[in-house]
């Protein structure tokens, strides 16, 4: 069994950044396409970003390109979304995702979850 676990959401004021990370454990890293998704207040989940197995392709959600970078280190196990000049149209509980697939932005595609981590970001 794959676990998730996210950390390093918070409180943070309009135009400030964080970095959230991931940590998975139970199978080999490597083998899995990781995604962020966040789900704010009454809204549907939403894809954020993703990225392939090796870290050489990316993509993200329009409303984040140029602000949210998604990294990781496969030998840590880890996954980041670092997050600059948040908006409080930013503010989520973010989720750390894996998928056996390549990068997809179809929340139905992905086979593990995280617990998600609250982000706030205040005008």
């Known amino acids: 069994q794959v676990q998730l676990v996210e950390s390093g959401g918070g409180l943070v004021q309009a135009g400030g950044s964080l970095r959230l990370s991931c940590a998975v454990s139970?199978?080999?890293?490597?083998?899995?396409?990781m995604g962020w998704f966040r789900q704010a207040p009454g809204k549907e989940r939403e894809f954020v970003a993703a990225i392939s197995r090796s870290g050489t392709s990316t993509t993200y959600i329009d409303s984040v390109k140029g602000r949210f970078n998604i990294s990781r280190d496969n030998a840590k196990n880890t996954v980041y979304l670092q997050m600059n000049s948040l908006k409080p149209e930013d503010t989520a509980v973010y989720y750390c995702?894996?998928?056996?697939?390549?990068?997809?932005?179809?929340?139905?595609?992905?086979?593990?979850w995280g617990q998600g981590t609250q982000v706030t970001v205040s005008s």
């Open positions: 139970g199978r080999t890293f490597s083998t899995y396409s």
């Open positions: 995702t894996a998928t056996i697939n390549s990068p997809k932005t179809d929340w139905a595609m992905y086979n593990y």
